[in-house]
């Protein structure tokens, strides 16, 4: 069976700090991988997704990038963090574009 | 107008009881539907997708669609405290991602 693997599950940084959080799926091949975030009391916002390696499309312009290594290997990455980027950040993956989207347990940033 | 409406709730209901959970979706063109369940602090989590019009039952779940309408709701019957969460519609509106709306709290009490 397909599992996500997210971490850390918790961070606290300072502003200015670098960002970098991972995530991995086992028990597929070329998934399509997303990361979303989603601030206190509102919606999910698509930040980044990627069909493949080296392949990423961005939703949001904003000082956040995103990098797929490897086949199941997603990286969200800063040099210098805002205020603003503090949220509940969740990395999923899905069979197709479009198609239902399982998640990684979330790492919940607080930028201080 | 937003692409996929939720109202945000709080819906309370008391245990036994059904909840009924509405989605409201812009794009007539949207082939897929999904519901997820998210837990506070909890990522979310899948518990329906449907794709034709009617209805498609999964345990104590209903979900239904009516495209005609551009709606799609989610009944949990015999509802119960555990099921209290913030429940997510999710649409493919012909695109390569998912919109999600906001979320409707659910309460359930005993």
């Not at chain 1, 904003?62 to 949220?87: E, T, V, W, Y």
């Not at chain 2, 989610?74 to 209290?84: G, N």
Request: aromatic letters at 10%; one cysteine or more; a neutral charge.
């Amino acid at each position: 069976s397909q599992t996500i693997h997210q971490w850390p599950a918790t961070l606290v940084q300072p502003v200015g700090s670098p960002l970098s959080l991972e995530c991995t799926v086992e028990g597929t091949s070329n998934p399509n991988l997303y990361w979303y975030r989603q601030a206190a009391g509102r919606g999910l916002q698509l930040l980044f997704y990627s069909v493949g390696i080296g392949q990423i499309s961005s939703e949001v312009p904003q000082n956040l990038s995103a990098s797929r290594p490897q086949d199941r290997q997603f990286i969200l990455s800063s040099k210098k963090l805002l205020l603003s980027d503090s949220g509940f950040y969740l990395c999923a993956w899905s069979v197709g574009l479009g198609e239902k989207l399982f998640f990684g347990s979330g790492t919940q940033l607080s930028v201080l | 107008q937003k692409e996929v409406e939720q109202n945000s709730g709080p819906l309370s209901v008391p245990e036994g009881a059904i909840a009924s959970l509405n989605c409201t979706y812009s794009d007539r063109g949207s082939q897929s539907f999904f519901w997820y369940r998210q837990y506070s602090g909890k990522s979310p989590e899948l518990i329906m997708s449907i794709y034709s019009n009617g209805d498609k039952e999964d345990g104590r779940f209903t979900a239904q669609l009516n495209k005609a309408s551009q709606y799609v709701s989610l009944l949990i019957r015999d509802s119960q405290p555990s099921d209290s969460a913030t429940y997510l519609c999710a649409v493919n509106q012909n695109t390569d991602k998912l919109i999600f709306g906001t979320g409707t709290r659910l309460q359930v009490f005993p």
